[in-house]
């Protein structure tokens, strides 16, 4: 079945930097679009990164452009999120996102914490 497991969350201050992890398994990982979203506390789910299927287009929230990157290792099965120069906004629970044959999936999700 498919899964997706995040990590790579954690508290960091202002102006830091982090780098979250989706790894992929249950279906072929280079054949599929992926998607990161947040959800901050008393807010909707936002999609903040894409990329897809054939690399071709990405797409970053306008308040994560320049600062966010979304990246995959084939290899590794996994999807990368790199976060440079972190907001306090920026706090909120984050979810990889895949969409497969008709359906949704997500992970579990990670904390990312942004306080001085």
């Known amino acids: 079945q498919v899964q997706l497991v995040e990590s790579g969350g954690g508290l960091v201050q202002p102006g830091g930097s982090l780098r979250l992890s989706c790894k992929a398994s249950?279906?072929?990982?280079?054949?599929?679009?992926m998607a990161w979203f947040r959800q901050a506390p008393g807010r909707e789910r936002e999609a903040v990164a894409a990329?897809?299927?054939?690399?071709?287009?990405?797409y970053y929230a306008n308040a994560v452009k320049g600062r966010f990157t979304i990246s995959r290792d084939k290899a590794k099965n996994t999807e990368y999120l790199e976060m440079n120069n972190l907001k306090f906004e920026d706090t909120a629970v984050y979810y990889c996102?895949?969409?497969?044959?008709?359906?949704?999936?997500w992970g579990q999700g990670t904390q990312v914490t942004v306080s001085s």
């Open positions: 996102n895949t969409h497969i044959s008709g359906s949704n999936y």
């Open positions: 249950g279906f072929t990982f280079s054949q599929a679009g």
């Open positions: 990329r897809s299927l054939k690399n071709s287009v990405t």
